[in-house]
């Protein structure tokens, strides 16, 4: 190649080099302004929605301010709002944005074609639906893009249905243990949940991934009654279900769970005797420290430390124990008392309880143990 074609092509790459990187500038500064005028903008419309609050405009400002912003500062707006106005009054401001051209921008969305404009929907009906709006929102709810599907979860915190609920229990199903939290926190934070829904599953499981995540449920709500719905699980062939009953019963101080974890503690499989070991923790049974404390000699090494911190948190019985401990009878069982009697309070709050490892998660292999 000649000199010549070669100092074209080092120009050319020259040129290109500095296109990018004013290409690059460029886009920064564009992104920048953007953001400093969705910020102004989102501002302007806060104080809108304040005069309009206290009745300080025509009662037109603020959908005016609305209809004259973008889509995703409105959404973003009402999402700040939302931590401010509340109860009555944050009613009575979204019921004037449903005559707005936004609002008609939102249910148009809702059935387009592309999933993104859906998704942005759902951001925003999370927040202004109305019993109403139900149709779309279970269109919304079974939508065949994930992210729209899980966004729309949230309205459970604004409206009860049964059918939104029964399909929320769908998602977190079919969803992978990460995710399934979402559809989860959302269903034990919801307002008015219709329990019997939950107590009618839990009675007739379609299968063991449905019975663990119910199981998982109910152990977020820790509502009393649900007990007698756990209970009757716990003889179940499934290992991961035994796991999950174990963990659940952690959450409800009970003479009935007490018993049931006591027996568990004695599972052929490790990971719910270990369960098991930490849910007595969370309990607090004072009279289980003699058999944590024989727990302390169990093959696994998750055993031997779920019991070894359930005994510390059951204060003087339990710390007797650990203090029993010898290394002649068992080297192991004395090096987790000794280790565990080392941790101060804070670790002892953060390392424990029922639901700080899902026993699920680790490998089904010896080598776990």
């Given at each position: 190649m000649s000199l010549v074609a070669l100092g074209l092509l080092a120009i050319g790459q020259a040129v290109f080099i500095a296109l990018l990187l004013v290409t690059l500038m460029l886009g920064r500064a564009f992104r920048a302004w953007h953001r400093e005028r969705a910020r102004r903008d989102s501002d302007d419309?806060?104080?809108?929605?304040?005069?309009?609050?206290?009745?300080?405009?025509?009662g037109h400002g603020f959908p005016d301010a609305v209809d004259a912003s973008e889509f995703g500062v409105v959404v973003e707006t009402l999402q700040r709002l939302s931590s401010q106005v509340a109860g009555d009054r944050w009613?009575?401001?979204?019921?004037d944005?449903?005559?707005?051209?936004?609002?008609?921008?939102?249910?148009?969305?809702?059935t387009s074609s592309f999933w993104w404009r859906r998704l942005a929907a759902a951001n925003a009906l999370v927040i202004v639906a109305v019993p109403e709006d139900l149709p779309a929102l279970e269109l919304l709810i079974t939508d065949p893009n994930r992210m729209v599907r899980l966004a729309t979860v949230g309205v459970l915190r604004r409206l009860q249905s049964a059918r939104l609920v029964e399909h929320t229990l769908e998602i977190a199903?079919?969803?992978?243990?990460?995710?399934?939290?979402?559809?989860?926190?959302?269903?034990?934070?919801?307002?008015?949940?219709?329990?019997?829904?939950?107590s009618e599953r839990l009675t007739s499981p379609r299968g063991p991934v449905e019975l663990r995540m119910l199981l998982d449920l109910v152990g977020e709500l820790a509502v009393p009654g649900f007990l007698d719905y756990v209970l009757p699980h716990a003889g179940s062939s499934d290992l991961e279900v035994r796991i999950a009953v174990a963990r659940t019963l952690g959450h409800f101080p009970h003479p009935s769970s007490n018993a049931a974890l006591l027996s568990f503690l004695a599972d052929p499989d490790w990971q719910?005797?270990?369960?098991?070991?930490?849910?007595?923790g969370a309990i607090g049974d004072r009279d289980a420290a003699a058999v944590l404390g024989a727990a302390?000699?169990?093959p696994s090494w998750w055993v031997r430390l779920r019991a070894a911190l359930s005994l510390r948190r059951l204060g003087e019985p339990g710390l007797r124990a650990l203090r029993g401990a010898q290394a002649e009878d068992d080297r192991y069982a004395y090096e987790m008392a000794q280790y565990v009697l080392g941790l101060d309070d804070a670790a002892i709050a953060e390392y424990s309880g029922p639901s700080v490892v899902d026993f699920t998660e680790v490998a089904l292999t010896p080598l776990a143990a």
């Amino acid at each position: 190649m000649s000199l010549v074609a070669l100092g074209l092509l080092a120009i050319g790459q020259a040129v290109f080099i500095a296109l990018l990187l004013v290409t690059l500038m460029l886009g920064r500064a564009f992104r920048a302004w953007h953001r400093e005028r969705a910020r102004r903008d989102s501002d302007d419309l806060i104080r809108a929605a304040h005069r309009w609050l206290v009745r300080e405009d025509d009662g037109h400002g603020f959908p005016d301010a609305v209809d004259a912003s973008e889509f995703g500062v409105v959404v973003e707006t009402l999402q700040r709002l939302s931590s401010q106005v509340a109860g009555d009054r944050w009613e009575f401001l979204l019921s004037d944005l449903r005559d707005t051209s936004w609002f008609r921008g939102v249910m148009a969305r809702a059935t387009s074609s592309f999933w993104w404009r859906r998704l942005a929907a759902a951001n925003a009906l999370v927040i202004v639906a109305v019993p109403e709006d139900l149709p779309a929102l279970e269109l919304l709810i079974t939508d065949p893009n994930r992210m729209v599907r899980l966004a729309t979860v949230g309205v459970l915190r604004r409206l009860q249905s049964a059918r939104l609920v029964e399909h929320t229990l769908e998602i977190a199903e079919t969803s992978r243990s990460v995710a399934r939290r979402c559809p989860l926190e959302v269903l034990a934070t919801a307002p008015g949940l219709d329990l019997r829904i939950l107590s009618e599953r839990l009675t007739s499981p379609r299968g063991p991934v449905e019975l663990r995540m119910l199981l998982d449920l109910v152990g977020e709500l820790a509502v009393p009654g649900f007990l007698d719905y756990v209970l009757p699980h716990a003889g179940s062939s499934d290992l991961e279900v035994r796991i999950a009953v174990a963990r659940t019963l952690g959450h409800f101080p009970h003479p009935s769970s007490n018993a049931a974890l006591l027996s568990f503690l004695a599972d052929p499989d490790w990971q719910v005797r270990a369960q098991a070991a930490a849910g007595i923790g969370a309990i607090g049974d004072r009279d289980a420290a003699a058999v944590l404390g024989a727990a302390l000699r169990d093959p696994s090494w998750w055993v031997r430390l779920r019991a070894a911190l359930s005994l510390r948190r059951l204060g003087e019985p339990g710390l007797r124990a650990l203090r029993g401990a010898q290394a002649e009878d068992d080297r192991y069982a004395y090096e987790m008392a000794q280790y565990v009697l080392g941790l101060d309070d804070a670790a002892i709050a953060e390392y424990s309880g029922p639901s700080v490892v899902d026993f699920t998660e680790v490998a089904l292999t010896p080598l776990a143990a």
